[in-house]
């Protein structure tokens, strides 16, 4: 399970550093073009838009889980002990993935509308419905995550450990100022 969850790390960390690379040298070569030949890259704004910000913010979803990295409130599980807390993380991860599987049907059915009507951006021609596939895949991907995550506190009996490294996450908790 580790190596599946490092080579996942990997990809989404390859994958999002590409699109804003690609980004960046689009915009930047958009913003030469248009101040050194008054010839702009047609539908930049859109591509960026809709097409660069979605890939890069969809993908910090489930990388953000993968690194243990979501806000969360520790108030009911801090002081439990840790068969008590197992029981409410276990409950919550199949929380999260039921929420994420809602969101992915809902982001699938969406994708198939917008595929129908052959979804373009605002004023342009420029076709943004191939990225509203992203948002299941996404979703379906954190519900997985959530699912091997809730595998691991029942295998285990340790509510933190971080699925890339097998060891406990790390918290800050000794370092806190109130």
């Avoid at 804003?20 to 047609?42: E, N």
């Amino acid at each position: 399970m580790l190596t599946f969850t490092k080579v996942f790390e990997k990809c989404l960390t390859v994958t999002t550093a590409a699109a804003i690379i690609i980004m960046m040298l689009h915009i930047v070569l958009h913003a030469l073009t248009r101040s050194l030949f008054d010839a702009p890259i047609y539908g930049t704004n859109e591509i960026v838009e809709y097409w660069y910000l979605p890939i890069v913010a969809l993908l910090g979803i489930p990388a953000a889980q993968l690194q243990k990295e979501h806000i969360t409130v520790t108030m009911a599980i801090e002081r439990a002990k840790p068969a008590t807390a197992s029981v409410f993380k276990i409950f919550a991860c199949i929380l999260g993935a039921l929420v994420s599987i809602g969101f992915a049907w809902f982001g699938f059915t969406r994708a198939l509308t917008y595929m129908d009507i052959g979804q373009t951006a605002d004023v342009s021609s420029v076709i943004t419905w191939p990225v509203y596939f992203l948002v299941p895949v996404v979703f379906v991907l954190l519900a997985v995550l959530y699912v091997l995550d809730a595998i691991v506190i029942v295998r285990t009996g340790e509510p933190d450990l971080d699925l890339s490294t097998g060891e406990p996450a790390e918290t800050d908790l000794e370092n806190r100022s109130y």
